[in-house]
């Protein structure tokens, strides 16, 4: 069963910021919080992740709460080409447990 | 190069019928996985092994089979196909079975029997 909880759905302009938001109230100490998109017809990409601080990649950046009941996973200035799906994804020791994820629409 | 490559991409076949889906990556990685993505997009992995040993083993009918003749590859067999097994299925890798690697997923195979 999924951990965390996404927006089914949300809207941005393009060249605007986004924030997609992930509750994990349930987080372990070890679990990382992991991002992954899907783009249309293909399989999940990774997007970045972290386990108590805030990260930083070419991609995104990761801000996690101090409790770590959540997270917000940003994108600092979207194009059509991050139209996908996120994933917010706790891992511990198995494999990845995805949820519904959030619907990232991105308007032109 | 494709890291993780899958085939074939599209299989259609007849209820009953047995297939099998392959996976190979070429990153180098101990572990991999077989993941199932629903007509409702739900994505639920199935199995994960390690250094060709089987780690994870979801609630899966034993009509499917995974197989890893190397570390390199991991190959999905399925007997006796039925109406519910039409997905897609995603192959991933990663460097090992630690909770911070990055997995890296194939194209996907998608499965359709009729």
């Known amino acids: 069963d999924a951990k965390t909880t996404q927006p089914n759905s949300m809207e941005s302009n393009e060249e605007e910021p986004v924030h997609l938001p992930c509750n994990h109230s349930t987080i372990s100490g070890t679990d990382y919080i992991h991002w992954y998109r899907q783009l249309p017809s293909q399989g999940p990409e990774y997007v970045i992740h972290g386990l108590t601080s805030n990260v930083n990649n070419r991609m995104a950046s990761l801000a996690i709460a101090e409790d770590r009941k959540s997270s917000t996973l940003i994108l600092h200035r979207a194009t059509l080409r991050d139209a996908a799906v996120y994933y917010c994804i706790l891992r511990g020791a198995d494999g990845l447990t995805f949820g519904k994820g959030t619907h990232l629409i991105i308007q032109p | 190069d494709t890291a993780v490559s899958q085939t074939p991409k599209y299989l259609v076949t007849q209820m009953g019928n047995d297939k099998s889906i392959k996976c190979e990556q070429n990153l180098g990685h101990d572990t991999m996985y077989w993941y199932k993505q629903d007509s409702k997009k739900f994505l639920k992995i199935m199995f994960s092994y390690n250094n060709k040993e089987l780690i994870i083993n979801e609630t899966v009918p034993n009509r499917f089979s995974p197989k890893s003749p190397d570390k390199a590859h991991l190959n999905l067999h399925i007997n006796s196909l039925e109406l519910g097994d039409s997905a897609v299925y995603f192959c991933?890798?990663?460097?090992?079975?630690?909770?911070?690697?990055?997995?890296?997923f194939g194209p996907g195979t998608r499965l359709l029997v009729l």
């Open positions: 991933a890798s990663s460097q090992d079975i630690e909770a911070l690697k990055t997995q890296y």
